[in-house]
Nanobody, 115 residues
């Protein structure tokens, strides 16, 4: 079993920055893909960014240039640095970890961009 603990969400003004963290613990075996998704009420959960344990990254077009995903393999932690935040970035962000064929989700952290 794998547990994911997310942190770093909150309220930020437009143009501001936030850094989300997701720490994984439990039965973690490489290789893994770690990533962030977001989901607005009534909408499907959508990709923000993913990163493999080799450092290969993938970003949604809507966040390219504003978001950086990184990970610390020794700590089994993935980070999402978000800059130039816009009101439309307001939603719940979920951490996802894929280990072989098993998928684990975090509980979600709310990001609100508002003045």
């Amino acid at each position: 079993q794998v547990q994911l603990v997310e942190s770093g969400g909150g309220l930020v003004e437009p143009g501001g920055s936030l850094r989300l963290s997701c720490a994984a613990s439990g039965s973690i075996f490489s290789p893994t893909i770690m990533g962030w998704y977001h989901q607005a009420p009534g909408e499907e959960r959508e990709l923000v960014a993913t990163i493999t344990n080799y450092g290969l990254t993938k970003y949604a077009d809507s966040v390219k240039g504003r978001v950086t995903i990184s990970r610390d393999n020794a700590k089994n932690t993935v980070y999402l640095e978000m800059n130039s935040l816009k009101p439309e970035d307001t939603t719940t962000y979920y951490c996802k970890v894929t280990i072989r064929s098993a998928v684990y989700w975090g509980q979600g952290t709310q990001v609100t961009v508002s003045s």
